[in-house]
């Protein structure tokens, strides 16, 4: 079964840029649908970004779309959210996690530790 280690996040300014990475091992990434998600103390988890296996079908959701993007490295079995034009709303631990299927129906079972991404002046 896949594991999944997601980088540490980091701070930035608002319109700022990060890069969260999320490392498998024990299977390649893309035999599964691989998601990213966000969660805020108090708040549903929210998944912001998916991809099916294969790369085939991307989803993003309305809040980051066109400033969000997953980006594929399959040599290194690693998969990244590039995150543009940052904003404070975007603060939130962020995690990728895989489902067991070629297309994503949220049911997602395997989970990297999360990473805190703060947006703020």
């Known amino acids: 079964q896949i594991q999944l280690v997601d980088s540490e996040g980091g701070s930035v300014q608002p319109g700022g840029s990060l890069r969260l990475s999320c490392s498998a091992s024990g299977d390649s990434y893309s035999n599964y649908c691989m998601g990213w998600f966000r969660q805020v103390p108090g708040h549903e988890r929210e998944n912001v970004a998916s991809?099916?296996?294969?790369?085939?079908?991307?989803y993003y959701a309305d809040p980051v779309k066109g400033r969000f993007g997953i980006v594929e490295d399959k040599p290194k079995n690693m998969l990244y959210l590039r995150m543009n034009d940052l904003k404070p709303e975007d603060t939130a631990v962020y995690y990728c996690a895989a489902e067991p299927s070629t297309y994503c129906t949220g049911r997602y079972r395997w989970w990297g530790q999360g990473a805190q991404v703060t947006v703020s002046s």
């Open positions: 991809i099916s296996a294969g790369g085939l079908v991307s």
